[in-house]
């Protein structure tokens, strides 16, 4: 029997695990990970992340070909393929400060896999990694070896959160990146033939490490320059009267260019873009390619002007002044369909807005109250670190409420920011809500969530991202 093991339990670990123990019985599958309330959840009936599908995958495997354990030494010891998803935060200090991926974890995982183990092994990377990592970590394992084989893969991930478990069953492609040397070819193989249980061999794509370290981080700057793109657009629209959602559905039916990815936003979030696209861009600056460089970082200062721009706006809006007013944030997520807050815009949009006094009252059906305070008092590039290793207690912010019902949320409030374009926000009674809202009541629909016009006949002033303006607003400086 086939042995995997894999090093942590997070949103790549932990789903990607049961679907190769779903789709290969004949292999035993071990998620370990130090963190024990962590593997305590996975071997609960609440799993510690919210991703739909996930559920019936794990119940169908848990205990038969996969399991979740802190044995750590002892599962890698005897696996003959080891996954490595550990974090690689960006370096918050240092050289590369603010832009370099921190491969401390990756590091002392490829010093215990060289510890510990005994046997052969295939060691595949799967966190996203710079350019050149697994000739690092190859380093660290040969030198390190005791005479003992290892082969290193890099096997990127390309799930999206919300339909990890679909993506997963149907990839686009696997990549496997791998050594051009007999023994690579064959380590390439071993894992060519995991997939294949389930994956056409034509989406299996194979090619040597660097492309394939490389291909992981392109994928996620081109998906974060549409969205820079067709966000850069919607400040144009907005200032010119044409609607963004017209202009990227015309643009979308090229079939060079193709639909997806072009909704206008508050800005993207998530654990990847930003990060890779910071990683990108120091691996550019790292071999003297600064034009590349400055090209890239444009995308994520555009994403930044993005959510400024939406404070700025609410801000503007309200007589520029929001203290002490109240004011209704529906989702915190950094999308809908998880619970997912890492580099949610609504991070820095209700920074921006208690940076100004505001009273925020904040409802998200997926996010906890302890993860919306721990969000808004940590550092940037905190979240990205094992949960034993971030701040203990943050302060609490007393200016917030953390509610479980999108209606109390709104109670008493002049202002709703849609920030997650969860579907129960398109559902809601937008006529009660208005009725319990201070006047005049406003919308700022940061995910063009719902019909502007009609909630202007019920009463609302409403700003929706690269729409016309209304009338209200059209007066107002963009800027505060």
């Known amino acids: 029997m086939v042995k995997i093991c894999c090093i942590g339990a997070g949103y790549v670990g932990g789903p990607t695990m049961a679907v190769i123990a779903l789709k290969c019985p004949e292999i035993e599958v071990v998620v370990v990970d130090i963190a024990a309330p962590r593997i305590n959840a996975w071997n609960s009936d609440v799993l510690p992340i919210y991703e739909p599908g996930l559920d019936d995958v794990v119940k169908q495997c848990r205990g038969k070909n996969l399991f979740f354990s802190t044995e750590v030494h002892k599962h890698v010891c005897e696996a003959d393929i080891v996954f490595v998803s550990v974090n690689t935060p960006t370096k918050t200090q240092g050289l590369g400060a603010g832009k370099a991926a921190d491969l401390t974890y990756w590091e002392s995982a490829a010093r215990m896999i060289a510890d510990v183990s005994k046997s052969s092994k295939i060691v595949v990377e799967k966190s996203t990694v710079p350019v050149k990592t697994a000739e690092a970590i190859e380093k660290i394992l040969t030198h390190n070896s005791k005479g003992i084989d290892f082969q290193i893969l890099s096997n990127p991930e390309f799930l999206a959160e919300g339909t990890a478990i679909e993506d997963l069953f149907k990839p686009d492609r696997v990549l496997i990146g791998g050594r051009e040397t007999p023994a690579g070819a064959k380590a390439i193989k071993t894992l060519k033939d995991v997939y294949a249980h389930w994956v056409p061999e034509d989406r299996i794509i194979c090619t040597n490490l660097w492309s394939a370290e490389l291909?992981?981080?392109?994928?996620?700057?081109?998906?974060?320059?549409?969205?820079?793109?067709?966000?850069?657009?919607?400040?144009?629209?907005?200032?010119?009267?044409?609607?963004?959602?017209?202009?990227s559905h015309a643009v979308g039916k090229d079939t060079r260019i193709g639909s997806k990815f072009l909704n206008a936003s508050v800005g993207f979030g998530g654990s990847c873009f930003q990060k890779d696209i910071l990683n990108l861009v120091y691996i550019c600056e790292c071999n003297g390619l600064p034009e590349v460089a400055h090209y890239w970082k444009q995308v994520i200062l555009m994403n930044d002007y993005q959510k400024t721009r939406f404070v700025n706006r609410v801000v503007a809006s309200m007589f520029n002044t929001v203290a002490n007013k109240k004011i209704a944030i529906l989702g915190f997520a950094f999308k809908k369909d998880t619970g997912d807050t890492r580099e949610?815009?609504?991070?820095?949009?209700?920074?921006?807005?208690?940076?100004?006094?505001?009273?925020?009252?904040?409802?998200?059906?997926?996010?906890?109250?302890?993860?919306?305070?721990?969000?808004?008092?940590?550092k940037k590039f905190d979240w990205d670190h094992p949960a034993h290793l971030q701040p203990t207690s943050p302060t609490t912010i007393k200016q917030l409420s953390v509610v479980w019902d999108a209606y109390e949320a709104t109670k008493d409030a002049h202002a709703v920011c849609i920030l997650t374009e969860w579907d129960e926000f398109k559902k809601l009674d937008y006529q009660k809500m208005y009725d319990n809202m201070q006047k005049p009541a406003f919308i700022f629909d940061g995910r063009n969530v719902v019909d502007a016009e009609k909630m202007r006949k019920i009463g609302f002033i409403v700003y929706s991202i690269g729409k016309p303006l209304d009338a209200w607003l059209k007066d107002m400086p963009a800027v505060a």
């Open 344 to 378: 949610t815009p609504a991070i820095d949009v209700c920074k921006g807005l208690l940076g100004d006094k505001a009273l925020l009252s904040i409802y998200d059906p997926q996010v906890s109250e302890d993860q919306i305070q721990k969000d808004l008092s940590m």
């Open 215 to 247: 291909s992981k981080l392109a994928a996620n700057a081109f998906l974060a320059q549409r969205i820079s793109s067709v966000n850069a657009m919607s400040a144009l629209c907005e200032a010119t009267g044409a609607d963004v959602a017209e202009v």
